[in-house]
C-alpha cells in the first residue's frame, strides 16, 4: 500500500481528503466520497445519521480557535476604551440552513457548490464584512426604504447620516459620480441628498460647503463567526419527458440546529472630547436602533444567500451579554433584545 497522498485513497485530514478528489477523474464517485466524508451515512440498523468525518474535523478546530481566542473574541477591560463602548456578544442557534459561496476555484466537482470556510482551519464561517454588508441593507432597508414616504427631508438626512456614522462611508461615494449605495439613497429621496452631505461635511471637516465628501471610518466593528456544523443538500432537476432525476447538484450548507457566535464592537472614537451626556446619549440611541435592526435581520429578513427563500435565520432564543465600562447586561431572546439593551448603563 502506497502512502503517497494523492495514490489510491485520499488520506489526511477531511478537508485534504475533499481536496485529493478533484484530482481523481471519476467525478460521479468523486461526489458520492464527497457526500459520506461531509454528510456521513445512515446507520441501517437504527436508521440515524452516522455524521461525517468534516464534522469532527470541524469540532477540533474549533477548540483551537477558542484556545486562540478567534471563535469569541473579547476586548479585556473596558477601562481602556472610549466613553460610550460597547461589546454585544451573543450565540445563537440557526432555525434555518445557512448557505453561503466559497471563493475555492476548484472543489470536487463542478455540480458541488462549497460553503465559505476559513482558508486556515476549514470551519463554515461568515465574514465579519458579510455581517456589515447585510446588517447596513437592513437598516437602511426598515429605517430609510420603507419610511421614505413618511419621513421630510430633514429626518431622512438626518437618518442617512446616523448610519454613516455607525457603518462609515457609504459603497459608490466617488467623487463626481455616486453608484451602488450612495446612488440608491440619492435617488430615494431626491430632495433630501445635498442636506446629507452638508451634514457629513459640517461634521467631519467643520465647513458644509466644502466641495468633496470626508472619508471615515464607523463605529461598529464586527468579527467573523464560525459555525459548528456542516450538512450536504441536494437538488435534483427532473426531465419533463422522462420525470426522471437527470443531473443531481449537490450544495454545502450550515444545517438548521447549527450555532455560532456574533460579536459587534461598539467605539464612538468621534466623539471623544464632548460631554459625557452626549456621549452616553448617543451609544445608548446607537446600541437600542442597532438590537432592533439585529431583530429584524435574524429573525425576519435573514444573513445568508437566498434569504428571501428563508434560508439563514435564527431561533429566538440566545445566550449573550452586553459589556460596558459599567459592567454586564445578559441578553436571552432576539424578539426582545431591544427591550433588554434599555437596561444597559455606561
Known amino acids: 500500500m502506497s502512502y503517497d497522498l494523492y495514490v489510491e485513497r485520499p488520506r489526511g485530514d477531511a478537508a485534504t481528503q475533499i481536496r485529493v478528489l478533484v484530482t481523481r477523474d471519476d467525478a460521479i464517485l468523486n461526489a458520492r466520497e464527497y457526500v459520506q466524508i461531509v454528510h456521513g451515512q445512515t446507520d441501517r440498523k437504527t436508521k440515524q445519521l452516522q455524521r461525517g468525518e ?46 453561503s459561496k466559497d471563493d475555492d476555484p476548484i472543489y470536487v466537482a463542478e455540480n458541488v457548490n462549497p460553503v465559505r470556510k476559513d482558508k486556515v482551519f476549514k470551519v463554515p464561517m461568515m465574514s465579519a464584512a458579510a455581517w456589515k454588508g447585510l446588517l447596513r441593507w437592513t437598516m437602511m432597508y426598515t429605517q430609510l426604504v420603507l419610511e421614505k414616504d413618511d419621513l421630510s427631508d430633514d429626518d431622512f438626512a438626518r437618518k442617512r447620516f446616523r448610519l454613516s456614522l455607525l457603518f462609515g462611508d457609504e459603497k459608490g461615494e466617488e467623487p463626481g459620480s455616486t453608484k451602488d449605495f450612495t446612488g440608491y439613497l440619492d435617488l430615494l429621496k431626491v430632495s433630501a441628498k445635498e442636506s446629507f452631505r452638508q451634514r457629513i461635511k459640517g461634521y467631519f471637516l467643520g465647513d458644509p460647503t466644502a466641495k468633496e465628501m470626508p472619508h471615515h471610518s464607523g463605529r461598529l466593528n464586527f468579527c467573523p463567526t464560525f459555525f459548528d456544523l456542516i450538512d450536504v443538500k441536494v437538488i435534483n432537476p427532473h426531465s419533463r419527458k422522462t420525470k426522471a432525476g437527470t443531473h443531481p447538484i449537490y450544495f454545502e450548507c450550515v444545517p438548521a440546529g447549527a450555532r455560532g457566535t456574533f460579536s459587534l464592537l461598539y467605539v464612538p472614537f468621534d466623539l471623544i472630547g464632548r460631554p459625557e451626556a452626549e456621549i452616553r446619549q448617543q451609544a445608548a440611541e446607537d446600541l437600542h436602533i442597532v438590537a432592533e435592526s439585529l431583530q429584524a435581520m435574524f429573525l425576519t429578513y435573514g444573513f445568508s444567500a437566498k434569504r428571501t427563500s428563508g434560508y439563514g435565520t435564527a431561533q429566538d432564543e440566545i445566550v449573550g451579554v452586553i459589556k460596558t465600562c459599567d459592567g454586564e447586561t445578559p441578553v436571552t431572546h432576539l424578539e426582545r433584545l431591544a427591550q433588554e439593551v434599555k437596561n444597559v448603563r455606561f
Do not use: M, Y
Request: proline share 7%; aromatic share 16%.
Open 54 to 99: 468534516f464534522n469532527r474535523l470541524i469540532q477540533d478546530e474549533l477548540n483551537v480557535l477558542q484556545k486562540l481566542g478567534i471563535r469569541t473574541p473579547g476586548v479585556g477591560c473596558f477601562n481602556h476604551f472610549p466613553l460610550g463602548s460597547w461589546l454585544l456578544q451573543f450565540t445563537f442557534t440557526l432555525a434555518k440552513p445557512w448557505i
